[in-house]
């Protein structure tokens, strides 16, 4: 099997360099070309067809998130962001980057080698087995606000790679009436409150980056912090989130498994969970819990999917009770907690 093709593209020409080296130190990775700007990676795109290109968020003549929405309509490239903690980022994601990594503070070359062994190669693995564009979102079904009383009902969902579109596409879709949802997105620290900020602008329910004992309520969506373990907990009739430093759990800290197994504890079948979008297995596990503890589970079909890794898992182990493209997952989960007692 041949090495996978990067371009890189950054404004620095020792950013890049360094970059470069520590890619071509995985014997499944090939730079075949580096660019200081978007003019530049145009060229190298024609004439190197790389496989995956890493992109700088801020770069001079054009920014990378002005630079993906010309290039994908043309050159579908499955693409990385590297970018500072900035909200920005999440436009890129919009523009059809499939991920991205924190680019680190410290930029030392060891520390940089470092980052690049573990967080950017995997990254990089993933994106060159997405093939971007291949989806076409339709209309879906209309969501319609009920006026119910969920207050005993908790909903959960968790994603990875895709999950930040995939999410909001979901949640821009509830009514305040939505029962009280709780969240895990595969995200660096820092991010996720950004992420959650945003969504709390463009969509009608209340979202926020959950804190140690937030209340779980109707109308409210908590996302669990990008380092932190998230789960769920009931007393007295009453749902809040537990939020603790811990140890990375399907190889993910927050991790969907620990959340989906606390709401199979907590909430059982007054639970409704959604496994999206998402390389590797976790939150299948958690799932599966949740479906054996009486609670309906949804998972995003292939289709819809940016990876299809953890739905699968979930879905070949029995956890799925329903495979639902994205656009109908809203519809799909209102309709189940409306058939609930």
């Not at 009383?149 to 930040?164: D, E």
């Not at 789960?231 to 811990?246: P, T």
Request: glycine content about 8%.
């Amino acid at each position: 099997m041949r090495p996978i093709k990067v371009l890189v593209v950054d404004d620095s020409m020792l950013f890049r360099k360094i970059i470069s080296y520590g890619l071509d130190q995985d014997n499944d990775i090939k730079v075949v070309a580096m660019a200081a700007d978007p003019f530049q990676a145009r060229d190298m795109i024609l004439r190197f067809e790389p496989d995956v290109m890493t992109l700088d968020v801020e770069m001079p003549r054009m920014n990378g998130i002005d630079f993906l929405k010309k290039l994908m309509p043309q050159y579908p490239i499955p693409t990385v962001m590297i970018s500072s903690l900035n909200e920005t980022v999440f436009d890129a994601m919009n523009a059809g980057a499939v991920d991205f990594v924190n680019k680190p503070a410290d930029m030392s070359a060891e520390k940089l080698a470092v980052w690049v062994k573990e967080e950017l190669v995997a990254k990089i693995k993933i994106a060159s087995t997405v093939q971007v564009g291949k989806y076409q979102k339709t209309e879906g079904a209309k969501v319609a606000s009920t006026g119910r009383n969920y207050r005993n009902k908790i909903l959960a969902m968790g994603a990875s790679t895709g999950g930040t579109e995939a999410i909001a596409e979901v949640v821009s879709r509830f009514h305040p009436d939505i029962p009280g949802t709780v969240i895990v997105q595969h995200m660096p620290p820092g991010f996720t409150r950004m992420y959650a900020e945003r969504l709390d602008k463009q969509c009608s329910v209340s979202v926020k980056e959950a804190e140690n004992g937030d209340l779980v309520e109707q109308g409210k969506v908590l996302i669990a912090p990008g380092d932190r373990q998230m789960r769920l907990v009931r007393s007295g009739g009453i749902y809040r989130v537990e939020i603790k430093e811990g140890e990375k759990v399907s190889g993910h800290c927050p991790s969907v498994d620990v959340l989906f197994h606390s709401v199979a504890k907590a909430a059982a079948s007054d639970a409704v969970g959604v496994l999206m979008t998402g390389m590797g297995a976790d939150g299948a596990a958690g799932l599966l819990a949740m479906r054996k503890a009486g609670a309906k589970t949804v998972g995003q079909d292939e289709k819809s999917c940016v990876v299809y890794g953890m739905p699968k898992v979930a879905y070949d182990i029995g956890a799925v009770t329903y495979r639902v493209s994205l656009e109908n997952i809203a519809s799909k989960v209102y309709n189940i907690f409306n058939s609930m007692p």
